[in-house]
């Protein structure tokens, strides 16, 4: 199946708001809990790549409180949530959300230790500066970690999934998740873009609709 672009932001108010509110929270668990396996517990900055609205930053904040979190997103309903959800929980000091585009943050080069991202990749058409841009802001010697989606063989197979893991969920959030799944890459598409940008990176599929990319820079 090819792949089936999708817009790169989701930044109306109501679909950020169904992304919050969906349970997310085992699978950003395991994510955060897969990253923190990976990395050292030494302090390191950090930065998020496509937060949403900040779970995973608030999560590893509390797995390495010694870490500075940045998130970046380019919603700004997915920022707001983000905010209002590290103050709740206490952590705005720890964990800062800028608005920004992966493929051009901005951010001093040379500016992180750890990147990560989940579920970013398929959003973007263009991938070569946003590989560019990672190499750019990663210290030496720093560490990447992202998550993303598989793309199915079939459209079939795409509704599969999403009955099987959003079935529960409102259709907002439904129909989301389908147009991610036909905007994914696939592993060896993953490798073209790594060897293209000169990034000696891992990728390998995780589970039944995930793909992890992961290494140092």
């Keep these: ?14 679909e950020a708001q169904a992304y919050a509110d969906a349970d997310f929270s085992a699978v950003n668990q395991a994510f955060v809990d897969a990253l923190v396996a990976f990395v050292a517990d030494a302090p390191a900055d950090a930065i998020d790549l496509g937060t949403g ?8 904040a509390k797995a ?9 997103d380019a919603s700004d309903a997915m920022l707001a949530i ?14 800062r959300f800028l ?5 051009n943050t901005g951010l001093p080069e040379k500016s992180f230790d750890v990147i990560l991202s989940n579920s970013i990749l398929h959003h973007i058409d263009q991938t070569g500066p946003f590989w560019a841009e990672v ?3 990663a210290r030496p010697v ?5 998550r993303d989606l598989a793309r199915p063989g079939s459209e079939p197979a795409a509704r599969q999934i999403v009955e099987n893991y959003a079935g529960g969920e409102n259709e907002i959030l439904k129909e989301e998740y389908y147009r991610s799944l036909l905007a994914a890459y696939t592993v060896p598409e993953v490798r073209e873009q790594l060897d293209s940008a000169g ?19």
């Design 1 to 14: 199946m090819k792949r089936q672009s999708e817009g790169e932001y989701m930044d109306l108010p109501q």
């Design 53 to 60: 609205p900040g779970d995973i930053p608030i999560r590893l």
């Design 64 to 72: 390495r409180p010694l870490w500075r979190i940045t998130g970046l």
């Design 82 to 95: 983000a905010r209002r959800k590290a103050a709740d929980a206490g952590l705005a000091e720890q964990v």
């Design 99 to 103: 608005a920004g585009d992966a493929k």
């Design 135 to 137: 190499k750019r802001i």
């Design 142 to 146: 720093a560490k990447i970690f992202m």
């Design 199 to 217: 990034l000696s990176l891992t990728v390998r599929v995780a589970s039944d609709r995930h793909l992890d990319i992961s290494g140092r820079i």
